[in-house]
């Protein structure tokens, strides 16, 4: 797979909430950083924020408006949809991805504004 | 000049406070989007909100960590730093640009955290 196909079949594993498939994508030394969240690094740490994430949710929509793969490097701009008890949250994302020679993600940061977010919380 | 030159060509021109010259780069119809903030079209009206930040601003930097392009689409990440009388004010960002086949920029837009941003502001 290319780099922007491993990228691609992440999102669809997570999509079909599949996340043993989602986090046999990653690399060992992964990094995967919420920009104003903060980050996590390895395959469990990864796990343990989306398995909640996942269980939370009645289905997962990553619609990717734009994508750029040049390299090791994948960018994509994505409507990251989540569909809770409370209706849909929505957040745009840009990601930022990369991809080792062994196909596996090294590195998954997205950028969003943390507001956007939270304003769809209820309560 | 390649899509990613044009973008390039903009950057430095903003960092080196020429706004004419960035201005001269963008198409009739530029949308340019601040996501959390909104969006403003054509290139007077880039020109009209670009114009006071650059004279807020003692000196300008945009940092680009990881870029990558394919066909007419750039992405990048930075870091934008703006010297302001209260000291630096950084804003991590990831850009998206697409330049139409006249080398003019037909859409700017960044993603970024709106409050990494304010809570950087003074009072």
């Known amino acids: ?3 922007a196909e491993t990228v691609t ?17 990653l690399a060992d030394d992964v990094e995967y950083d919420n920009v104003p969240m903060g980050k996590v690094h390895g ?3 990864v796990r ?3 398995g909640p994430m996942l269980g939370a949710c009645s289905s997962i929509e990553w619609i990717v408006h734009r994508q750029a793969a040049e390299g090791n490097l994948v960018f994509n701009e994505r409507l990251d949809r989540f569909e809770m008890p409370f209706g849909w949250l929505e957040v745009p994302v840009t990601g930022i991805w990369e ?9 998954w940061r ?11 919380l209820p309560g």
């Open 1 to 3: 797979m290319s780099p």
């Open 48 to 50: 343990d924020l989306l």
């Open 99 to 107: 991809v080792d020679d062994d196909g596996r993600i090294t590195l």
């Open 9 to 25: 079949a992440f999102i669809t594993a997570i999509e079909r909430a599949d996340l043993d498939a989602a986090i046999g994508l």
């Open 110 to 120: 997205d950028y969003f504004d943390e507001a956007t977010y939270r304003r769809q």
């Open 43 to 45: 395959p469990q740490a």
